[in-house]
């Protein structure tokens, strides 16, 4: 088991219920594969460093986790294809 740092940024245009869905169904995909989530910081509508499809802002999350290091690629291809994330990076620390 590896430790992990996710960060990832959420659309702006998504609202507060449907974030918070967002939100919980990331939680989720890390606990149904066996990670072991340590903490989680919502950091906040934040501006993005360059525009992203057109796209000034982000709500930035950051996720401190520990894993297999076996599931990671799989959740990183599943965390791409999620509709309202707009970028995402898992790092080992």
Known sequence: MNKYELM????A?????P???LI???KELLT?????IVTFEKLGMKK???PINFKNEGFYCLVNFVADPAII???????NIT???????VIRK
């Open 24 to 26: 919980t169904k990331v």
């Open 8 to 11: 990832f940024i959420i659309s």
């Open 13 to 17: 245009t998504i609202n507060d219920e």
């Open 73 to 79: 690629s799989h959740f990183e291809k599943t965390l």
């Open 48 to 50: 993005l460093a360059y």
């Open 83 to 89: 509709e309202g994330v707009v970028r995402s990076i």
């Open 19 to 21: 974030r918070e869905t």
């Open 32 to 36: 149904s594969k066996g990670a072991e």
